[in-house]
């Protein structure tokens, strides 16, 4: 079934630990997005790629990082959490043209 | 200032009503508007899209669009249950940059 896959689904974590957020899609898109989604504050875009082996900073990068080796995968790192990284993280991805966005399913992470 | 603005609510309506969601944003030079449906737990799903001035209707949905006045609504027709959700409205002003507001909680009493 063509569509974006986030892992894990949920993770608790310990402040300074390193982590990724895993986001793979197979609908050859070739736009990428990471968001964050914070009660009251909405969605946030964290980094972005336009292509494969290109990518961006968005509203609020600090913290994160993000490669893109290939079309189908955009992995998110954050190197050392803390816990204002709290938060859902949605990864998105659009096709040609780019403006429609389609969502994965989330990976809510806690960090303690 | 926030970008994009949205009434938070809850709004709430009786099954068969008109729910009325809005929109305001401040980039004058956004060139596409969506809204999104947020279940609780769930991802965002795109439901409605708009690039012009005017309405765009899709079955019991019906996107306005007012550039001039900076301003995107959502009308739902005829609201069921299973409307009651998180709507989010989001603004592009490059593929790059999509602004989304905090979102409208809706909900659709029988």
Same mark, same amino acid.
Not at chain 1, 12 to 24: N, Q
Not at chain 1, 43 to 51: A, M
Not at chain 2, 23 to 48: A, V
């Given at each position: 079934?063509? @569509?974006?896959?986030?892992?894990?689904?949920?993770?608790?974590?310990?402040?300074?630990?390193?982590? +990724?957020?895993?986001? !793979?899609?197979?609908?050859?898109?070739?736009?990428?997005?990471?968001? &964050?989604?914070?009660?009251?504050?909405?969605?946030?875009?964290?980094?972005?790629?336009? +292509?494969?082996?290109?990518?961006?900073?968005?509203?609020?990068?600090?913290?994160?990082?993000?490669? &893109?080796?290939? !079309?189908?995968?955009?992995?998110?790192?954050?190197?050392?959490?803390?816990?204002?990284?709290?938060?859902?993280?949605?990864?998105?991805?659009? @096709?040609?043209?780019?403006?429609?966005?389609?969502?994965?399913?989330?990976?809510?992470?806690?960090?303690? | 200032?926030?970008?994009?603005?949205?009434?938070?609510?809850?709004?709430? /309506?009786?099954?068969?009503?008109?729910?009325?969601?809005?929109?305001?944003?401040?980039?004058?030079?956004?060139?596409?508007?969506?809204?999104?449906?947020?279940?609780?737990?769930?991802?965002?799903?795109?439901?409605?899209?708009?690039?012009?001035?005017?309405?765009?209707?899709?079955?019991?949905?019906?996107?306005?669009?007012?550039?001039?006045?900076?301003?995107?609504?959502?009308?739902?027709?005829? %609201?069921?249950? %299973?409307?009651?959700?998180?709507?989010?409205?989001?603004?592009?002003?490059?593929?790059?940059?999509?602004?989304?507001?905090?979102?409208?909680?809706?909900? /659709?009493?029988?």
């Amino acid at each position: 079934i063509a @569509g974006i896959t986030q892992a894990p689904t949920s993770q608790i974590l310990a402040a300074g630990r390193r982590m +990724t957020l895993r986001c !793979t899609q197979d609908m050859r898109h070739n736009a990428m997005y990471w968001y &964050r989604q914070d009660l009251g504050l909405g969605l946030r875009l964290i980094h972005y790629s336009n +292509t494969a082996g290109t990518t961006g900073k968005g509203e609020v990068p600090d913290g994160y990082s993000v490669s &893109r080796a290939n !079309t189908d995968d955009f992995p998110l790192t954050l190197a050392s959490a803390v816990p204002s990284q709290t938060s859902v993280y949605f990864c998105a991805s659009a @096709g040609q043209g780019g403006d429609t966005q389609y969502f994965g399913p989330g990976t809510r992470l806690t960090v303690l | 200032q926030k970008e994009v603005e949205q009434n938070s609510g809850p709004l709430s /309506v009786p099954e068969g009503a008109i729910a009325s969601l809005n929109c305001t944003y401040s980039d004058r030079g956004s060139q596409s508007f969506f809204w999104y449906r947020q279940y609780s737990g769930k991802s965002p799903e795109l439901i409605m899209s708009i690039y012009s001035n005017g309405d765009k209707e899709d079955g019991r949905f019906t996107a306005q669009l007012n550039k001039a006045s900076q301003y995107v609504s959502l009308l739902i027709r005829d %609201s069921q249950p %299973s409307d009651s959700a998180t709507y989010l409205c989001a603004v592009n002003s490059n593929n790059n940059d999509m602004r989304f507001g905090a979102g409208t909680r809706l909900t /659709v009493k029988p």
